[in-house]
């Protein structure tokens, strides 16, 4: 179970497609085990859009999202910017930070 808008961009049809048909049904499809949960790569691309910085995704991440998103938001992170996401929960808002994807490759 996510937030509504998360869910919503899960369920987004067109979206999904038009990914689909730029990295195809194998990656689109490919599922990542998480502890007891398994996540599509689509699930977390739509995951990690929620916090990325609209400027460039590289960037470093700082912001507050619904707590019943942080497991995946932070799986999410870790699995597309190479990097650990810093999760404080403060009741039904989390806040999440990242030194983002260029801090760590160190470019």
């Not at 739509?46 to 960037?59: E, G, L, Y």
């Amino acid at each position: 179970m996510y937030s509504e808008k998360l869910q919503d961009a899960i369920n987004d049809a067109q979206n999904k497609q038009a990914f689909t048909d730029l990295v195809g049904e194998s990656f689109a499809s490919t599922t990542y085990d998480h502890g007891d949960d398994t996540y599509t790569q689509w699930e977390l691309e739509c995951a990690f859009d929620t916090v990325s910085d609209k400027i460039h995704w590289k960037n470093p991440i700082d912001t507050n999202i619904p707590t019943i998103d942080a497991d995946i938001v932070s799986y999410a992170v870790s699995h597309m910017a190479g990097c650990l996401a810093v999760v404080t929960h403060m009741g039904e808002v989390s806040r999440i930070e990242a030194v983002g994807y260029y801090s760590a490759i160190d470019s």
